[in-house]
């Protein structure tokens, strides 16, 4: 597709379920990030991916979030064992390329969001 | 999780006012960028920095790359109804990851 997509748009599940949240980038997009933003507040890092490896993922919360990325393109972002604080919006976004040299590189452009509800 | 500052937090503006807000680190960065997100919506890309002392305009928005490259100003000129929304701030740091952190955000609500 032309933009990021993610799904699903909303997710309600009770507490210490898991779930899925997938990312589908725009084509041809090498790296892909993953942000957690809470009501009202800003966007939390969570992980990024270069190709299908994660360089980073020093902003996931606890180990029972996992993340992963294949051929270079989906990536699934998993939480085992959902608590009520994990309760906020995904979202995805993606870049051309990483680095800082030249212009329309490194920007990121999101998806809106996956709204995770943990009851 | 990591935050850039950002300020002020909120502000109330009559249409027609001028806007400012800018964003702080203790970081060097190489990149800005600015980004306004609506209600229930991703954040949509405004302007993008990448030099120290850049001054970029995109309509009646206009960014600056500090020149410390430790901080970012955006500017809207002429405000109107549909300038609400949250406007956040993100850097790319010069070193280690290539990780976005974010600003904390400014709320801008116009009266009309």
């Known amino acids: 597709g032309a933009g990021v997509s993610q799904s699903p748009s909303n997710k309600v599940t009770e507490k210490g379920k898991d779930v899925e949240l997938r990312c589908d980038p725009i084509s041809g997009h090498t790296a892909l990030y993953w942000y957690r933003q809470s009501l009202g507040q800003g966007l939390e890092f969570l992980i990024y991916?270069?190709?299908?490896?994660?360089?980073?993922k020093s902003g996931l919360p606890s180990d029972r979030f996992s993340a992963e990325r294949t051929g270079g393109s989906v990536s699934t972002l998993t939480i085992q064992r959902t608590q009520q604080e994990d309760s906020a919006v995904y979202l995805c976004?993606?870049?051309?390329?990483?680095?800082?040299?030249?212009?329309?590189?490194?920007?990121?452009?999101f998806g809106e969001g996956s709204r995770l509800t943990v009851l | 999780g990591q935050q850039l500052n950002q300020s002020p937090q909120s502000m109330f503006i009559q249409e027609g006012e001028d806007v400012s807000m800018n964003c702080t680190s203790s970081?060097?960065?190489?990149?800005w960028l600015w980004y306004k997100q609506d209600p229930g919506e991703g954040p949509v890309l405004l302007i993008a920095l990448y030099k120290a002392g850049e001054l970029t305009s995109n309509g009646r928005l206009t960014a600056q790359f500090g020149i410390t490259r430790k901080d970012s100003f955006l500017n809207i000129s002429a405000s109107i109804p549909s300038d609400v929304g949250i406007y956040f701030c993100?850097?790319?740091?010069?070193?280690?990851?290539?990780?976005?952190?974010f600003g904390t955000g400014t709320r801008l609500k116009v009266l009309a």
């Open positions: 993100a850097g790319q740091r010069t070193s280690g990851t290539y990780k976005y952190i």
């Open positions: 976004a993606s870049s051309l390329e990483l680095g800082w040299r030249g212009v329309n590189t490194g920007e990121l452009f």
């Open positions: 991916f270069q190709g299908n490896s994660a360089p980073d």
């Open positions: 970081s060097i960065f190489n990149t």
